[in-house]
């Protein structure tokens, strides 16, 4: 129980356009989903918190309009990268809440080119 | 606000022996502590958590953690390290109080090599 997907596991975009990336969870409804990056050989940096049927908050210093986050339902979150630039190529991974705990998908690896 | 430092980016054992990755955090509250694993192009899977019942944790794949508060620490310790226990490990801790928003914080991951 308690798995978590990510869609696409990862992407190659050019540059000057926008990707969205999906985050389920399978078999649990979550209201509050965490979006986070992270680089290579480094730890995770918390984007945003996603809560179901409500504005996202972000963390300071994300770009609200550049990483759109929306949370439509219980089991999915997405995060769409608009208008994508070489320095947003990373390792996107969500989580979702459960109880006192975060399940984490698998990531999605982004390269913009 | 609270914070996680791990000490040592990269820790290296041989194959049988003992694992200690270390970790000590911060926080103005009673903390939820947790140790996740990360292997390579993967996200990350929990090894155990400490939510105030008792100090010495046991998670899976033989690893334990002991919350000590007077040393604000929660170090991660395996008895005997396997080749499989190579990876990425991650100390974490979020808040238990009032408007707890179940943030994560991480530390900057310790790579554990094992020597065989």
């Known amino acids: 129980g308690a798995v978590v997907s990510q869609h696409p596991s990862w992407v190659i975009c050019k540059s000057g356009t926008s990707v969205k990336i999906e985050c389920r969870s399978l078999?649990?409804?979550?209201?509050?989903m965490f979006w986070y990056r992270q680089f290579p050989k480094q730890s995770l940096m918390l984007m945003a918190t996603s809560n179901e049927g409500s504005k996202a908050t972000y963390e300071q210093g994300v770009e609200k309009d550049k990483f759109l986050i929306n949370h439509a339902s219980l089991t999915l979150s997405t995060l769409t990268v608009t208008s994508a630039h070489p320095e947003d190529s990373s390792f996107y991974i969500c989580?979702?809440?459960?109880?006192?705990?975060?399940?984490f998908g698998p990531g999605t690896r982004l390269t913009v080119t | 606000a609270q914070s996680v430092t791990q000490l040592g980016s990269h820790v290296s054992v041989s194959e049988g022996a003992l694992v200690l990755l270390r970790c000590n955090y911060s926080?103005?509250?009673?903390?939820?502590l947790f140790w996740y694993v990360q292997y390579p192009n993967q996200g990350l899977q929990l090894l155990l958590k400490?939510?105030?019942?008792?100090?010495l944790v046991k998670g899976i794949n033989g690893f334990e953690a002991e919350f000590k508060k007077s040393e604000t620490s929660f170090h991660l310790t395996k008895p005997s390290a396997h080749m499989s226990d190579a990876a990425e490990y991650f100390c974490a801790v979020s808040d238990r109080g009032s408007g707890n928003t179940g943030k994560l914080i991480f530390g900057q991951g310790t790579t554990l090599q094992v020597k065989p």
């Open positions: 400490y939510t105030s019942a008792a100090t």
């Open positions: 926080s103005s509250v009673p903390p939820y």
């Open positions: 078999d649990f409804q979550a209201t509050t």
């Open positions: 989580s979702a809440r459960m109880g006192g705990e975060q399940y």
